[in-house]
Structures are given as C-alpha cells and as structure tokens.
C-alpha cells in the first residue's frame, strides 16, 4: 500500500495476513484497524520497530509499516497515544461484565463441552472467553446450557471459564459433607478412604487454600440453609491439570482451560466440581 502526498488513512483487512505500507509519514498518516476482531488497545498488538520503520503483529496478521522518511517508527508514532474514542466499537457480545449466573442443578465430574450443543453441566451458567491478548466476551448460557460467544471466523486461542452458583433445592450439600471435611481438616481420611484431589478442591470450600474446620462450618450452614460469607459454586477446571501437588494444606489450582476457539467454535474437555460437596471416588 502506497499512499499520496497528503495525510492518508490505510485500511487493514482481516484475513489478508501480510500487508505493507511503503510510505508511511509519521505525525500524518494513520492506520485504521477496524475490521480486526476483538482489537480495543494498541497494547494487544506485537509492535516491533524495524531499521525501515516497524512491524506489527496481531493473531495471523502482520503490518510491515515502512517509514517514508527511511528510519524506524515507534508506537507512538503509528498509533499516538492510542485508539482514541470508539475507532473499534464492539459488536454485541451481550454483557461483559457483572451477570449474576443463575441457581440450576449441576453435573459433577467429567464434562465435554461443546458450543454447537447443549451442555447439561452448564445450565444457566456465566460463559467467559478471553482470547489471547483481547476484551474478554462474557454472557449467559441458557437453560441447556447452549452458549454462541459469536466469535468472528478464523482461529483464536484463549481463556475459557465458568462461573455456576449452587441450587439449594437439590440438596446435594448436606451435614455428612461437613463432617467429611472436618476429617480432612484434622488430617483424617473420609469415611470411604483416602480423599482424591477433586475431594480436596471441593473441601476447600471458602477457597483460601487449605481445609479447615472454618470450610466445615459454611458447609453445615449451607446443608441447614443459613447465609453464608461465601457463596456455594461450581468450579470447572481443565481435565488435564496437573493436580498432584494439592494437599489438604495446599489447595491450589486454576480455574478454566486454555482453548481454540475455530470459525466460532469452542470444545473443551473439562472437570466439574461443586464446592462443599463431597462424594466417594
């Protein structure tokens, strides 16, 4: 691309994966990334300043931006102190931030989840993408579970996780989870034998890290419907994490999976556990 004397705007396609600016006039000329999906910062692209001016790199596509005056180009330079105003106004997405996700029964353990169908585990559940280097896209799965993040067509790897509250009304957290993880507090198996990681993750019932006799109580308080400093949920994890460090002293993990999310399409294979409930291997 080739510009003329005077300011000019070059206009960046998604999908054309290498393009090069011949000329550009720093302070003059501009670039316009509108049709790059998901793109709201200069900060999520890959700016390398070249001996001719720069390079710049976002998911398959990469800009050779040429000085016209021969020499290199700084951020700066090409995009100012940034994107200023709406230049990327989002397509609907639904809300971004701030969903209450709704009370609905659950499926404990191993889940394939799929975009294309409905997912039992994550009814009425918050859905969450944050693709690598972009805005994270949040909104509510119905009551199957289906979700559609419309993602644009193309490639994206990310950030996918799950946000699920608990439903009162299937009692699957009752007093003999308390008494379960009080055993696991003292240093005690459960009643059926050595407690498995996913027992671990789910006894650690207020998250911070250990199994206590503070965990047994909110989980009583639950089982006999008292409020509670912090709330029954759902955690999905990645089924292949590396649990084998977690002790009833150390429970530490990470929520969500790394994905590939293709033409729109997310699949990943991930594990179900509801905190406060524990259940026999």
Do not use: C
């Amino acid at each position: 691309m080739t510009g003329g004397s005077g300011a000019d705007i070059f206009v960046m396609q998604y999908g054309a994966e290498t393009t090069t600016i011949t000329d550009f006039q720093a302070g003059i000329d501009r670039l316009d990334t509108f049709d790059y999906p998901l793109l709201r910062t200069p900060g999520q692209l890959t700016f390398t300043v070249t001996a001719q001016g720069a390079r710049i790199e976002y998911f398959n596509e990469t800009i050779y931006v040429n000085s016209a005056s021969g020499g290199p180009l700084t951020s700066a330079q090409v995009f100012g102190a940034g994107f200023g105003g709406p230049d990327h106004i989002p397509v609907d997405f639904g809300d971004f931030v701030g969903l209450d996700p709704g009370s609905s029964d659950g499926v404990l353990g191993d889940v394939s989840i799929n975009s294309q169908t409905a997912n039992p585990s994550l009814s009425d559940a918050e859905i969450s993408f944050t693709p690598n280097g972009g805005a994270t896209i949040t909104l509510r799965a119905d009551s199957n579970g289906r979700f559609d993040l419309n993602l644009p067509s193309g490639t994206f790897g990310g950030e996918f996780d799950v946000i699920k509250t608990y439903s009162t009304a299937s009692k699957d957290i009752n007093a003999l989870d308390a008494l379960q993880v009080l055993r696991i507090s003292v240093g005690l198996n459960p009643t059926w034998g050595p407690a498995s990681k996913e027992n671990l993750i789910a006894a650690d019932f207020n998250r911070d890290g250990s199994v206590n006799a503070l965990d047994a109580l909110s989980i009583l308080q639950v089982a006999v419907g008292q409020p509670t400093a912090v709330r029954p949920e759902w955690v999905f994890i990645d089924s292949d994490a590396d649990l084998s460090g977690i002790t009833h002293t150390d429970v530490s993990y990470d929520t969500g999976a790394n994905v590939v999310a293709m033409d729109g399409v997310i699949a990943s294979d991930m594990t179900s556990i509801l905190l406060g409930n524990l259940e026999a291997p």
